[in-house]
């Protein structure tokens, strides 16, 4: 079965960085988009970034754009999210999911790993 696994989620001071991970399996890995969204608390959730199932092309919100990085191993089937420079307002629960239209709307991803949560406070 379809299984996403995050991790490397944690506590980090304002400017720091973190990478979080996300090992998938049960799939074609290398033939979907994968996207990480976040939720943080007390609100809804926000995509953060897009990769093409290549790593060829990526995407970003512009909340994020320029700090983070996605990245994919596809002989790892694992997708990853560099955050540099982070910020109270990152403070989320990251989930990755899968993308079966590439480039849809949060609300066509078809699976969710169970969320890693990130932290940015001094």
């Known amino acids: 079965q379809v299984q996403l696994v995050e991790s490397g989620g944690g506590q980090v001071q304002p400017g720091g960085s973190l990478r979080i991970s996300c090992a998938a399996s049960g799939f074609g890995f290398s033939t979907y988009y994968m996207s990480w969204v976040r939720q943080a608390p007390g609100k809804g959730n926000e995509w953060v970034s897009s990769i093409d199932s290549d790593g060829g092309h990526t995407y970003y919100a512009d909340s994020v754009k320029g700090r983070f990085t996605i990245s994919r191993d596809n002989a790892k089937n694992t997708l990853y999210l560099q955050m540099n420079s982070l910020k109270p307002e990152d403070t989320a629960l990251y989930y990755c999911?899968?993308?079966?239209?590439?480039?849809?709307?949060?609300?066509?991803?078809?699976?969710w790993g169970q969320g890693t949560q990130v932290t940015v406070s001094s």
């Open positions: 999911a899968r993308d079966p239209q590439g480039l849809g709307s949060i609300t066509q991803y078809d699976y």
